[in-house]
Nanobody, 119 residues
Framework: VQLQASGGGLVQPGGSLRLSCAAS????????MGWYRQGPGKQRELVAD???????NYADSLKGRFTVSRDNNKKTVYLQMDNLKPEDTAVYYC??????????????WGQGTLVTVSS
C-alpha cells in the first residue's frame, strides 16, 4: 500500500493550492483520510481529516481557509487551500487508515509535499 501526495509548490500570500493524495496497492477499504503538516522548527500537526462518510474535522486555526474532500472511487483525498499565508509554509503529509482485508485498519503516511508561501 502506498500514498502518493502531489500538488505542493511555491505560491504567493493570498494564493491557492490544491493538494492530492492517492492510495494504491492491495486495498480492501479506506477509513479516515487526512492531512498533517510540519513547519520549520515545528511539530507535526493535524490540518484536517475526513471519514469515509464525508464528515470532516479541521484544526481550529484553519477553518474557513482549508477544505478537505475525498473521492472514494479514486481512493484519493484532497486539500484545497485558499488565502494562503506565510505561516502555512510546511511539508504537508497525507495519512489514511487502510484495511487490506477484513481485519483492523493500519495507518499509512504519504511522503510529504512541500508548500512554500512567499512573495
Amino acid at each position: 500500500v502506498q500514498l502518493q501526495a502531489s500538488g505542493g509548490g511555491l505560491v504567493q500570500p493570498g494564493g491557492s493550492l490544491r493538494l492530492s493524495c492517492a492510495a494504491s496497492g492491495n486495498i480492501f477499504s479506506i477509513d479516515a483520510m487526512g492531512w498533517y503538516r510540519q513547519g520549520p522548527g515545528k511539530q507535526r500537526e493535524l490540518v484536517a481529516d475526513i471519514t469515509i462518510g464525508g464528515r470532516s474535522n479541521y484544526a481550529d486555526s484553519l477553518k474557513g481557509r482549508f477544505t478537505v474532500s475525498r473521492d472514494n472511487n479514486k481512493k484519493t483525498v484532497y486539500l484545497q487551500m485558499d488565502n494562503l499565508k506565510p505561516e502555512d509554509t510546511a511539508v504537508y503529509y497525507c495519512r489514511a487508515d487502510i484495511r487490506t482485508d477484513w481485519r483492523a485498519p493500519s495507518e499509512y503516511w504519504g511522503q510529504g509535499t512541500l508548500v512554500t508561501v512567499s512573495s
